[in-house]
């Protein structure tokens, strides 16, 4: 089915949602939401926010009290910590998506106000490893029809949107035939 149409000619950008089509077989991606941090000509990569781990921050980080729970960002380097928040302000370094939502930052200030108690989870988001695509390979995915993309990606959908609903949520956000997705069954043989 073709339920990208308008989507074939759109370049993602910084900041975007890639939402995956609904029966993407892999399950690194399965359902998934991914917030795009960097999209050139040398490659793109993004954080999925609706896969939790069963790990903490204080599982992570040792001597840490914080006790918030890590998302697996992509199959891509998962021994490595990134954060997503909304405290540009406070990190130094930190790298603006839009919409006030911010990517990394200055790790050692990050980690006191973590070990400090001056966040606030709702404000940070945790992840371990990222989604990578090489020069090119995101582009072919798109022609391929794996990804559908969500312009800018809203607050609440990084940080406050339960993981269980925010593939369904993204899709109903942009209505029409993307509502009608939304409600697609995970295996079509089932329904």
């Known amino acids: ?6 989507q074939e000619h759109r370049k993602p950008a910084k900041g975007d949602l890639l939402i995956s089509e609904p029966f993407l077989p892999d399950p690194n991606f399965e359902r998934t939401v991914i917030l795009l941090c960097e999209h050139n000509d040398e490659g793109s990569f993004g954080f999925v926010l ?9 599982d992570v980080m040792e001597d840490s009290s ?3 729970l890590i998302y697996v960002g992509g199959p891509v380097e998962q021994e490595t910590l990134h954060v997503l928040h909304t405290q540009g302000d406070l990190l ?3 790298i603006d998506l839009g919409n006030g939502i911010f990517w990394g930052g200055n790790f050692e200030q990050l980690q006191l106000l973590v070990d400090t ?6 404000d940070f988001k945790f992840f371990l490893g990222y989604s990578g695509w090489s020069s ?12 559908i993309i969500s312009d800018q990606a809203k607050k ?9 609903q925010l593939w369904k949520n993204a899709l109903n956000e942009m209505g029409g ?3 009608m997705i939304s409600n697609y069954p995970i295996d079509p043989r089932l329904n």
């Open 50 to 58: 609706n896969k939790p781990s069963l790990l903490k921050y204080s």
């Open 1 to 6: 089915m073709d339920y990208f149409g308008h």
């Open 66 to 68: 914080y006790n918030e």
């Open 177 to 179: 035939k993307f509502k």
């Open 92 to 94: 130094e370094g930190s």
């Open 156 to 164: 609440e959908q990084v940080f406050d949107m339960d993981a269980d």
């Open 117 to 122: 108690d001056q966040i606030e989870p709702a």
């Open 136 to 147: 090119g390979q995101l582009e072919m995915e798109f022609k391929e029809k794996t990804w």
